[in-house]
């Protein structure tokens, strides 16, 4: 395990070839050029919450907002099946009226349809909620932290703790849900230094999955003015997760796909090992704007996926249809 001072000299280094090279090694040591593939079906973009840089909060007027039915939800699950993705991630904001039953039901008919992994994406929960979506077969769960930064997490987070969000990470893990979190790199305010301990702070918790993704302002929210984040530097936050989490699911997430051309293809160049495309609906996929160019893909949906899964093999990668889960998991739960 590398020092937040370390870490910090790598974030900071005039050149980062070496680091990229290191990381694509530790990937490739462990997935080869094998890309795990999730398909994520964003259901409701109801939100309670206010995340200042987040276009879903409830403070944002201008966002039409959706929720499909559970028949929507399962038809998007076959498309990804039928589109060779391994995994279905299910996603929403923190919908106030949420019923856990709804979550609960629908987990048990895609279980019934096929047993890929399901992974669920739903915010802040009690733990009696989550242990029932457990039992009715949910295997993973992704809860981010955003920031360990208690300042800028309160700053940014109305009403949220690092403290309450941990406690939820933990509560996770018990209940046996292969567990994910992550980051958003180039906050306004957020440092180099404040970032090193956030990779830090990521890489000492038991996770299955990691995430890092830049700063995308959306016009919409409080932070519509403020500068995205820095491309290279959240690719190098990616590459140092990698080095430090060898066997951990790593995303080339869509963020960087949204400040670049070929931002994914970078990702997975920085050590990454998974895509996570949207099969949301064409109809309301636009509407899950969470930071502009998210879901801007044109065309169906089997379409931006093959699209996709074209790119990956033109960059040398073969996108997988396994089930994807992390080799390192077992491995890191003995050390807690
Ligand atoms: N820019 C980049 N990422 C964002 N997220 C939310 N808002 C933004 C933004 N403006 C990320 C957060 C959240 C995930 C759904 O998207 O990490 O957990
Ligand atoms: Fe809601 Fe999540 Fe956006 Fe925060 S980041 S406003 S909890 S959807």
Not at 187 to 209: F, K, N, Q, V, W
Not at 282 to 304: C, D, F, H, L, M
Not at 307 to 325: E, F, H, I, T, V
Request: charged content about 25%; overall charge negative.
């Amino acid at each position: 395990m590398m020092t937040p001072q370390e870490i910090l000299e790598a974030l900071e280094a005039e050149n980062a070839q070496s680091l990229f090279v290191h990381a694509r090694l530790v990937r490739d040591s462990v997935f080869g050029k094998e890309v795990f593939q999730r398909g994520v079906v964003e259901f409701s973009n109801n939100c309670r919450k206010n995340c200042h840089y987040c276009g879903l909060r409830c403070s944002n007027a201008n966002l039409e907002r959706f929720a499909l039915t559970k028949d929507e939800i399962l038809s998007a699950v076959n498309m990804a099946v039928e589109c060779g993705l391994g995994t279905v991630v299910l996603q929403s904001g923190e919908d106030a009226d949420l019923d856990p039953r709804f979550i609960g039901d629908t987990i048990e008919c895609i279980k019934e349809l096929t047993d890929i992994p399901v992974t669920l994406c739903l915010g802040d929960h009690d733990r009696d909620i989550y242990k029932y979506w457990r039992a009715c077969g949910a295997d993973r769960y992704l809860l981010k932290m955003e920031t360990f930064d208690r300042e800028l997490h309160a700053r940014f987070r109305p009403g949220q703790s690092v403290a309450g969000r941990l406690s939820r990470l933990e509560m996770l893990c018990n209940l046996g849900y292969e567990t994910g979190s992550g980051l958003i790199t180039g906050l306004p305010g957020m440092t180099p230094e404040i970032l090193a301990h956030d990779l830090y702070r990521l890489s000492e918790l038991p996770l299955g999955m990691i995430a890092v993704g830049p700063f995308i302002p959306h016009p919409d929210t409080s932070l519509g003015r403020s500068r995205s984040g820095c491309v290279e530097e959240s690719l190098r936050a990616t590459a140092l997760l990698r080095i430090m989490n060898q066997g951990v699911n790593i995303p080339a997430t869509s963020a960087l796909d949204a400040l670049l051309p070929n931002g994914r293809e970078q990702g997975l160049e920085a050590g990454a090992n998974v895509v996570m495309p949207s099969v949301t609906p064409e109809s309301v996929r636009y509407e899950y704007s969470i930071y502009p160019g998210k879901n801007s893909s044109a065309g169906t949906v089997p379409e931006s996926v093959s699209n996709l899964q074209q790119r990956l093999k033109a960059a040398g990668y073969q996108p997988s249809s396994a089930r994807g889960g992390s080799p390192d998991r077992a491995a890191k739960f003995k050390d807690i």
